[in-house]
Every structure is written in structure tokens, then in C-alpha cells.
């Protein structure tokens, strides 16, 4: 088992700039480096091309490749890598897609504080083993 690093680094895939605005509020600098993609696209390189990342927060709706097709890119170098989809599109298919994969999770938009980092922290325990 890992120790518990001192600060995670986050990939933020999400085309809204407010949304980025809104998690590096949340998201502590003390914690957590974001990196902040805006589509699936950058999404796919940054994680084949960062191993320093330890969480990606996706939004399932993004232009050139959407969240789900960037996950399954991703899951094709890196299957342990902690993902946490984002949708203000609820849909039974994304949630569906959260519980049938290792490590994914799924968070509503819009994000409830307490929620995201109950989610963050969880999926960073997990990734920990």
C-alpha cells in the first residue's frame, strides 16, 4: 500500500470556464494541483502523457471527444486511474457507467461542495491500495 500523498493532482476535463472557477474554489491549492482541459481530447493526452495525475473529474459533454468516449480511450493505457463523471445531463447511462467500471464514480451538476470532495477523497482512498 501507497502513502498518502501530502498534495493529488487533479485533471479537470470541463468546456465551462465557470465550472474551473468553481472547483479550484473548492478544490484546496494546499491539496490538489488542477490541470484543466476543455475537452475529451486534451482529456486522453494529458493522461497518457502526465502519470502524475491522480483523479480525473469528466464531463460527460464536451466538444471533440465527449466524456465517455475519453474515458474509454483512457481505459485503454490506464485502468486503475480514478474518474469521477460530471453531467448536468443525468442519465441512467452515465450512472450505469460509473457502477460498471473500476474506479468511476458519478456526481450531478450542479456539484454540491460536500459531495464533490466526500467523492474526491473516496476515490483517492481507493486509488491509495
Do not use: W
Amino acid at each position: 500500500m501507497s502513502e498518502k500523498k501530502e498534495k493529488y493532482t487533479i485533471l479537470l476535463a470541463d468546456d465551462d470556464y465557470l465550472n474551473h472557477l468553481y472547483y479550484k474554489e473548492i478544490l484546496s491549492p494546499e491539496l490538489f494541483d488542477i490541470i484543466y482541459v476543455l475537452n475529451g481530447r486534451d482529456a486522453i493526452f494529458e493522461c497518457r502523457e502526465n502519470s502524475d495525475i491522480d483523479l480525473v473529474l469528466m464531463d460527460m459533454r464536451m466538444p471533440y471527444i465527449d466524456g465517455k468516449r475519453a474515458i474509454s480511450k483512457i481505459r485503454q493505457f490506464n485502468k486503475d486511474l480514478p474518474i469521477l463523471i460530471q453531467s448536468a445531463y443525468t442519465s441512467s447511462d452515465d450512472e450505469k457507467l460509473a457502477s460498471s467500471i473500476r474506479f468511476i464514480d458519478y456526481i450531478s451538476k450542479p456539484v454540491k461542495e460536500e459531495e464533490l470532495l466526500k467523492k474526491v477523497n473516496k476515490l483517492l482512498d481507493k486509488n491509495k491500495n
